[in-house]
Nanobody, 115 residues
């Protein structure tokens, strides 16, 4: 069973930055996709960004040019660098690992952007 643990969330001022981290348990091998999703109150969970084991990235249009997803396969860790944060980015952010037709989710980390 894959376990994902997120960290790096918190309270930040508008225009500020945060870096989220997600560490996967054990060694993750073979083709897989890791990503970040978010869910704001009253809304469905939505895709933020994904990155394949080969480094191919995909972003939601709303975060392009502001967020950067990256991964360190040796550490089984994926990151989300979030710059120029806006109040509407406030949400619970969840790490995801898709492999062998299965979805694995972390517990989530709260990001609150407020003045």
């Amino acid at each position: 069973q894959v376990q994902l643990v997120e960290s790096g969330g918190g309270l930040v001022q508008p225009g500020g930055s945060l870096r989220l981290s997600c560490a996967a348990s054990g060694s993750i091998f073979g083709f897989n996709v890791m990503g970040w999703y978010r869910q704001a109150p009253g809304k469905q969970r939505e895709l933020v960004a994904t990155i394949t084991s080969g480094g191919i990235t995909n972003y939601a249009d709303s975060v392009k040019s502001r967020f950067t997803i990256s991964r360190d396969n040796a550490k089984n860790t994926v990151y989300l660098q979030m710059n120029s944060l806006k109040a509407e980015n406030t949400a619970a952010y969840y790490c995801n690992l898709a492999r062998l037709g299965r979805q694995n989710w972390g517990q989530g980390t709260q990001v609150t952007v407020s003045s």
